[in-house]
């Protein structure tokens, strides 16, 4: 059976830091940054859920989050501005 995955983009401010990854549990792993767990985003304070795609599969969503990483930063920021154009955390009242 396959699960469903995601890939997203966390930020710290508009047009800030930006940090992608992929999990399984989107609401699990948002706690997790929001606690501000050891690594990248705790040092630079990334708690905001900018970007969010769902996919069928972990091996999907792997593959979408090496093509967002091999993409430029503004590719990053298109992303963003495509589905949250005022920046917005959307895990704000976040329901999957």
Same mark, same amino acid.
């Given at each position: 059976m396959q699960?469903k995955?995601y890939?997203y983009?966390l #930020?710290?401010?508009p047009?800030?830091? *930006?940090?992608?990854g992929v999990? $399984?549990? *989107? ?5 997790e940054?929001?606690?501000l767990i050891?690594? #990248? $985003?705790k040092k630079?304070?990334?708690t905001k *859920?900018?970007y #969010?795609?769902?996919?069928t599969?972990? *091996?999907e969503a792997?593959?979408r989050?090496?093509k967002?990483k091999?993409g ?19 895990f704000d009242?976040?329901?999957l």
């Amino acid at each position: 059976m396959q699960e469903k995955s995601y890939t997203y983009i966390l #930020f710290n401010k508009p047009n800030g830091t *930006l940090y992608t990854g992929v999990t $399984t549990n *989107l609401i699990r792993r948002m706690q997790e940054h929001k606690s501000l767990i050891k690594g #990248f $985003t705790k040092k630079y304070n990334i708690t905001k *859920l900018g970007y #969010f795609e769902e996919h069928t599969s972990v *091996l999907e969503a792997i593959e979408r989050e090496k093509k967002i990483k091999g993409g430029s930063r503004q590719k990053k920021i298109d992303l963003i501005k495509s589905m949250n154009p005022e920046w917005k955390d959307l895990f704000d009242g976040f329901n999957l």
